[in-house]
């Protein structure tokens, strides 16, 4: 077996042995069901600086390129349109990216053009976050 292998096999039986559990996984879009799913985040900001990333800082992990409304979720599929309307208004994000594994589907993480804009973000918590 490949060291990646190896190493996510380890991973997913530690999560498994841990007992995480996903509170906010994924649903396919319903146009018959218009309305959002509600859950509470925590939010962080990332950079495309190198020490935040990987040896691809402006490419996402669904292969688009880093840009204004991007966010990074672990459990939400890429392509998943989110609201944070108590931060944000109506802007609608657009999960294309991922955060480390060690990160629980708790946490988004909000992309910012420099690293200064994401450190000042901060880190916010319990915030709401409407799933579409």
Known sequence: ???AITAAILVARLVIALGFVPTAVAEDKNPSDPAPRQVRVILTAYS??????????????SGKDTGDGIIASNC?????EV??????GDKV???????HFRYSCDWLDIWHPT????????????VEALVF
């Open 76 to 80: 939400l599929s890429f392509g998943t």
């Open 93 to 99: 994000f657009v999960v294309e990216d991922r955060k």
């Open 48 to 61: 495309s600086s190198p020490d935040e990333t990987d040896s691809t800082p402006f490419t996402t992990a």
């Open 1 to 3: 077996m490949t060291t």
């Open 115 to 126: 690293k200064a804009e994401a450190k000042k973000f901060g880190i916010k918590r319990n």
């Open 83 to 88: 609201k944070i309307p108590e931060l944000f």
